[in-house]
T-cell receptor
Framework: GAVVSQHPSWVICKSGTSVKIECRSL??????MFWYRQFPKQSLMLMAT?????????EQGVEKDKFLINHASLTLSTLTVTSAHPEDSSFYIC?????????????FGPGTRLLVL | KNEVEQSPQNLTAQEGEFITINCSYS?????LHWLQQHPGGGIVSLFM???GKKKHGRLIATINIQEKHSSLHITASHPRDSAVYIC??????????FGEGTQLTVNP
């Protein structure tokens, strides 16, 4: 099946620094990529929807200047957490829509654990 | 209030038992997704369905559009099925809203 990778898988950083997370579709072209955040014991929450070559659409309450999304190609989207703070510590997951069949289901990446000290 | 509600929140079963997890949603959807999340956090898409029933191995997913209800069934459960199972409704623009998940533990 289709594969989506994320890098890094985990990151620890100091408060105030910026962290970039990459999401790649490895064997298909993703028409749309999604970024989610999951806090412990909670469900996933959609942060933003990203289409290649256009600006991301952010969900209500998500600061676009803090969570910068760049969808440079049909196989790569990046999420940059700028000036990270401890409350940004979370599990960030991307998904990509598109695929080797015609159903265009969403394929999820393995996630990135961010810990801000 | 979450628009997607799952039950039960926690489920413990013995190996071999038949398992059912239920999901109710509140709005018109384009599709309903069932996902599996393992302890490490990785998510696997199990089913995407908009009507009827789908089967993959020991997993069966059904949906009743009129009642806005879906079920995930696992036949002959096995300890390796232990995971969090999440249903998610897909609305316009491929936007997913997730349930809070059902923690399944299958004991040998």
């Amino acid at each position: 099946g289709a594969v989506v990778s994320q890098h890094p898988s985990w990151v620890i950083c100091k408060s105030g620094t910026s962290v970039k997370i990459e999401c790649r579709s490895l064997d298909f072209q993703a028409t749309t990529m999604f970024w989610y955040r999951q806090f412990p014991k909670q469900s996933l929450m959609l942060m933003a929807t990203s289409n290649e070559g256009s600006k991301a659409t952010y969900e209500q309450g998500v600061e676009k200047d803090k969570f910068l999304i760049n969808h440079a190609s049909l196989t790569l989207s990046t999420l940059t957490v700028t000036s990270a703070h401890p409350e940004d510590s979370s599990f960030y997951i991307c998904s990509a829509r598109g695929g080797v069949d015609s159903l265009e289901t969403q394929y999820f990446g393995p996630g990135t654990r961010l810990l801000v000290l | 209030k979450n628009e997607v509600e799952q039950s039960p929140q926690n489920l413990t079963a013995q190996e071999g038992e038949f398992i059912t997890i239920n999901c109710s949603y509140s709005v018109g959807i384009s599709a309903l997704h069932w996902l599996q999340q393992h302890p490490g956090g990785g998510i696997v898409s199990l089913f995407m369905l908009s009507s009827g029933k789908k089967k993959h191995g020991r997993l069966i997913a059904t949906i009743n559009i009129q009642e806005k209800h879906s079920s995930l069934h696992i036949t002959a459960s096995h300890p390796r099925d232990s995971a969090v199972y999440i249903c998610a409704e897909e609305t316009s623009g491929s936007r997913l809203t997730f349930g809070e998940g059902t923690q399944l533990t299958v004991n040998p």
